[in-house]
């Protein structure tokens, strides 16, 4: 989800949050962390290049074109898989 605050900071409990992406509100409890239970219902389509939805897969050449571009840095790393 992409949350935007309605409220301005303060006590947690009572700051609600909206998802930019489907239009969704709920207090902070509700919209984010292991408790959640507002799930964002936006509905993507697939990526034209790879098919991957709601994300890119790993080998997306859309994706792998937009990392190459200058002045973009990637930080981290993949996790080992055991094929690797």
């Given at each position: ?34 408790e ?34 200058p ?14």
């Amino acid at each position: 989800m992409h949350l935007v605050a309605l409220d301005p900071p303060g006590p947690a409990a009572k700051r609600r949050w909206r998802c930019q992406c489907c239009g969704l509100t709920g207090l902070t409890h509700e919209m984010m962390g292991p408790e959640r239970t507002i799930e964002c219902t936006a509905v993507y389509p697939p990526c034209d290049a790879c098919g991957g939805t709601p994300e890119c897969t790993l080998d997306c050449p859309l994706m792998a074109k937009a990392l190459r571009a200058p002045g973009v840095a990637v930080i981290g790393k993949l996790p080992k898989t055991r094929d690797a």
